[in-house]
């Protein structure tokens, strides 16, 4: 036989005192408790870095995407960088990014729609191919598929600025030779969608690093990332895309 005893006033005074309690614990909890590195959001200007293994930071957590946040934050610009990917060292200030390790052009494109509409980004940045060029993959259809691409990105996001790099050097010289050709007509793959009054922008990476700015012939190392940083960021600080 169970007993009940009915609640006193201490009783009744203690429980509501133990619910703010709990409360006042919950809360200095979430303050306490670090943000997910998976959905950074800081408010600014919306930039979807966009690419492979060297988008993603290869070798070098973070990529470009270290220098170019820290350029920013130096000039007092306030971005947001987007993506559906995260990952970085704690001194860049905002993870998310859409490097995706090994994708060549048409797996980027497969799924570009669907990312760009959840984010919504005022600036892109692609540096795109060398998957397609390692792997010896229709190389010469390469320049159309980037196209394609282009045009699925600047559809999702026709207020975007789109800036499209050639890809940076490879160290084994017959790589190079076979992305040779690719680089050359990135220009003009560029230039068309520009012509359709579409706010594509073209910036030469290739020459912006050497064999030396690599860590395996393939991936910079921390000074070739840095320098694909200064590239971007030497281009888009002259204008609000950054």
Wanted: aromatic share 8%.
């Amino acid at each position: 036989m169970r007993i009940s005893h009915p609640a006193g006033p201490a009783a009744r005074r203690f429980r509501p005192a133990l619910v703010c309690a709990m409360a006042v614990a919950a809360f200095l909890l979430t303050l306490l408790s670090p943000p997910s590195a998976s959905a950074d959001s800081n408010g600014g200007l919306r930039i979807m870095p966009l690419g492979d293994s060297i988008t993603d930071g290869f070798n070098v957590p973070g990529g470009y995407r270290v220098r170019l946040w820290q350029r920013a934050v130096a000039d007092q610009r306030v971005d947001d960088f987007v993506g559906s990917q995260s990952n970085g060292p704690a001194e860049l200030g905002d993870h998310d990014h859409e490097g995706h390790s090994g994708w060549r052009i048409e797996q980027i494109d497969a799924q570009v729609t669907g990312w760009v509409r959840a984010t919504d980004p005022r600036t892109v940045l692609l540096h795109i191919g060398t998957n397609d060029i390692s792997q010896n993959y229709d190389v010469a259809g390469a320049p159309g598929r980037l196209s394609t691409l282009i045009g699925h990105i600047t559809a999702a996001a026709p207020n975007a600025d789109v800036f499209v790099t050639n890809i940076i050097p490879f160290g084994d010289a017959t790589l190079e030779a076979r992305a040779r050709p690719y680089n050359a007509a990135v220009p003009g793959v560029v230039d068309q969608w520009a012509d359709q009054g579409r706010k594509v922008h073209f910036i030469d990476m290739h020459s912006a690093l050497g064999a030396g700015d690599l860590a395996d012939g393939v991936h910079p190392n921390a000074g070739g990332y840095a320098k694909m940083a200064d590239r971007w960021y030497e281009t888009l600080r002259t204008g609000p895309w950054i």
